[in-house]
């Protein structure tokens, strides 16, 4: 049977660029992506640990493969990502079919431990820091037109809801002089946007220590030199944290016009108190008064955001801080989420949990409030003329789904070829997207 291999990628972008680079290592191992689970040889779930369900979301999805395994013993099943580095042995006792289980950091060792798992049985490799970047791994990307780089995976923060500090790790910063040495090899073939992916992205550079400096962040001279990389037309960031949204990244995100008029900017809570329990160490004014600072000086900025709903010890008048700030915030749009403990956190042995139905009906509250600030936030674009990237075929029917800078998608009732520009005028707006039509190819095509 040819050697083919399925990827499963659960998580944010910095899983998804994860993948990217698994696909990369099996494929310069000669290997070819399988379709179904049935045509594959090895199968990797790529996990992420965020969330609780999550977790059940693995071993359901372990589950369902437990038959094929028992099927076709020749079946590989890997787990990767930051449940793998989290859970590690609990994995192989809850299932034992499971081949190899990869952390986060030992993703150059893939094929060696596939290997090794067909000799020696199941195989497991957890370390605790990177010795090679994942990003010097080959990377087979999904899109020829945009790419993930990732620029500073880990997080110093201690925020007490997350996990990611304990299996991503604490902040390592590639060299700049790499990551342009990416960007401009992506660009040479073709790459148009290009996302820097980080836990705390502008916090980037200050765990490199350069003898002689202050070990300041460089995140404002990143933007500026990847700005000038020739052939590129689009730089987008995620996720930056309010706190270390200093003036000078404001500046180059004014000066820059490659980057995007987007930004995440991450709230969690409009409570003073439960920002003060999360570890998050701006406050609901203070966040506000930087929100009105970006906007005043990148006109027209788009600004989406996380909020977490139930907070241990979130009480109604708390979560009414959170209404209050959403209402003045006036986000283009918000991921919302239940709180959901997480064990090995601070936050999860906090008193005070706050009863399901509450935490639901407080959900509920906030998007439906939400969902209609997006929607008129989507209203006022119609009428206006903006460039699109073109995507690919739109979700539902034959129409293309493209992305305006702001970062919202469009749909367009024309076929249009990926990876190219469309000047659009917007004539209609939905909860989560516009409607446009193609004016005027936005020169020049390609670059
Ligand atoms: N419960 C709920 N949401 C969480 N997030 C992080 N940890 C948790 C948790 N334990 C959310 C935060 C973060 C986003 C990526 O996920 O809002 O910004
Ligand atoms: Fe988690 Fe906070 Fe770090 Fe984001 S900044 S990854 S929420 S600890």
């Known amino acids: 049977m040819e050697r083919r291999y399925l990827i499963r990628t659960f998580g944010c972008q910095m899983n998804e660029h994860d993948s990217e ?4 290592v099996l ?38 493969l437990k038959p094929l395994k028992e099927r076709r013993p020749d079946l590989k099943i890997v787990v990767a990502g930051c449940l793998a580095q989290k859970d ?30 067909e000799t020696d049985g199941p195989q497991m490799d957890i370390r605790e820091h990177t010795e090679v970047f994942p990003t ?36 390592r910063s590639r060299a700049i002089g790499d990551i342009l040495a990416e960007v401009q090899g992506l660009a040479a073939r073709g790459v148009v946007e290009v996302t ?47 706190h270390d949204f200093t003036p000078d990244v404001i500046d180059a995100m004014a000066a820059c016009e490659k980057v995007c008029e987007h930004i995440h900017f991450p709230l969690q809570s409009g409570s003073d108190r439960v920002l003060q329990l999360m570890r998050r160490s701006y406050r609901r004014e203070r966040y506000l008064e930087w929100l009105a600072r ?41 991921y919302t989420f239940q709180y959901s403990p997480r064990p090995g956190t601070r936050a999860a042995t906090m008193p005070d949990h706050v009863a399901a139905d509450v935490v ?22 119609v009428g206006t ?43 209609g707006a939905a909860a989560h997207h516009l409607v446009g039509e193609a004016v005027g190819a936005s020169a020049p095509l390609r670059v």
Request: aromatic fraction near 4%.
């Open 21 to 24: 680079r698994i696909a990369g």
């Open 27 to 64: 494929t310069a191992d000669g290997m070819t992506p399988a379709h179904t689970p049935d045509d594959a040889r090895v199968i990797v779930l790529n996990t992420c640990a965020i969330r609780e369900n999550a977790d059940n979301k693995l071993y359901g999805n372990l589950g369902h």
């Open 88 to 117: 590690q042995a609990e994995i192989q006792r809850k299932a034992p079919w499971v081949d190899v289980v990869v952390g986060t950091h030992a993703l150059p060792q893939l094929l060696e431990l596939i290997d090794r798992s």
């Open 136 to 171: 010097a791994l080959p990377a087979v990307r999904n899109d020829t037109f945009r790419a993930w780089v990732s620029i500073a995976p880990g997080c110093d923060n201690g925020c007490t809801f997350c996990i990611v500090p304990l299996v991503r790790g604490p902040q």
């Open 196 to 242: 820097l992916l980080g836990q705390n992205v502008n916090t980037y550079g200050r765990d490199v220590t350069v003898p002689g400096s202050s070990r300041t962040p460089l995140f404002a001279r990143l933007l500026r030199e990847v700005d000038a990389v020739e052939r590129l037309r689009r730089i987008r960031f995620t996720s930056p944290h309010p």
């Open 294 to 334: 970006i906007r005043a000086a990148v006109p027209d900025v788009a600004v989406s955001t996380d909020i977490i709903v139930g907070f241990p010890g979130e009480t109604e008048e708390d979560f009414l801080g959170t209404l209050d700030v959403v209402e003045r915030a006036r986000f283009d749009s918000a």
């Open 360 to 381: 639901q009906e407080r959900f509920d509250r906030l998007v439906a409030l939400q969902n209609r600030i997006t929607l008129e936030r989507n209203q006022a674009q």
């Open 385 to 427: 003329t903006v460039e699109v990237l073109v995507e690919g075929a739109g979700k539902k029917g034959g129409s293309t789904q493209a992305r305006t800078r702001g970062n919202r998608i469009v749909h367009l009732e024309h076929g249009l070829e990926p990876g190219t520009f469309v000047d659009v005028r917007v004539t």
